[in-house]
């Protein structure tokens, strides 16, 4: 199997705090692991890719100051959300890619939904 | 910009049926393809997945076809089960993209009616 799972599933907190969520995968290890966030009614839209021992990529637009990723171990990697704000809340998803096998999937994690007050 | 689109944001069907959800995509050098399903407040769960030197797969009540002449993908669903209520979405892997990045698509809506 390949299973990733997110911690925590849920967070609310002030404007002005940072939030960290964790990406792991339990199975596998992953060089490579994606940041998605989602709003309602829409699709995934990628934030970055995080590599294990390395620099996260960031797509056009996404602020690497705000939104800071650590990939420290081949299981893990982290995403804070730093001096949040309302506009950042939304449901934010991770993925690792599973190059095990003949294909290069993505597996995701169950998300997290993050609301700053 | 190339997209991986979709061209039914809803698709209703009554139990039993069959379902088809397609997927057009416009990058030639798409090698992958997958289908997710995301359940309301949970994250996409991988269903099946195709390689572009293919032009079939089954899975567990699940086929999907893979047109590369007109770019086109899709999804069918034997035997609609309430459980396959979700938004279905197409993600392509790009043989160019070294890191894996898969481009989604818009996503449809399958309700699944008694």
């Known amino acids: 199997g390949a299973v990733v799972s997110q911690h925590p599933s849920w967070v609310i907190c002030k404007s002005g705090t940072s939030v960290k969520i964790e990406c792991r995968s339990l199975?596998?290890?992953?060089?490579?692991m994606f940041w998605y966030r989602q709003f309602p009614k829409q699709s995934l839209m990628l934030m970055a890719t995080?590599?294990?021992?390395?620099?996260?990529?960031?797509e056009q637009g996404v602020e690497k100051d705000k939104f800071l990723i650590n990939h420290a171990s081949l299981t893990l990697s982290t995403l804070t959300v730093t001096s949040a704000h309302p506009e950042d809340s939304s449901f934010y998803i991770c993925?690792?890619?599973?190059?095990?096998?003949?294909?290069?999937?993505?597996?995701f994690g169950p998300g997290t939904r993050l609301t700053v007050l | 910009g190339e997209s991986v689109g979709l061209h039914l944001p809803t698709l209703s069907v009554q139990e039993g049926d069959n379902s088809i959800i397609n997927c057009a995509y416009s990058?030639?050098?798409?090698?992958?393809f997958i289908w997710y399903k995301q359940e309301s407040g949970k994250g996409p769960q991988f269903i099946i997945d195709?390689?572009?030197?293919?032009d079939k797969r089954q899975g567990q009540r699940v086929t999907v076809l893979l047109n590369k002449t007109v770019k086109h993908l899709s999804l069918q669903i034997a035997a609609t089960q309430p459980g396959d209520s979700a938004v279905y979405f197409c993600?392509?892997?790009?043989?160019?993209?070294?890191?894996?990045?898969?481009?989604f698509g818009a996503g449809t809506q399958v309700v699944v009616t008694p």
């Open positions: 195709i390689r572009s030197n293919m």
């Open positions: 993600a392509e892997k790009r043989r160019t993209d070294s890191w894996g990045k898969l481009q």
């Open positions: 995080s590599n294990e021992g390395s620099k996260a990529t960031y």
């Open positions: 199975d596998f290890q992953a060089t490579t």
């Open positions: 990058n030639s050098a798409s090698d992958y």
């Open positions: 993925s690792a890619r599973d190059e095990r096998g003949p294909t290069d999937t993505q597996y």
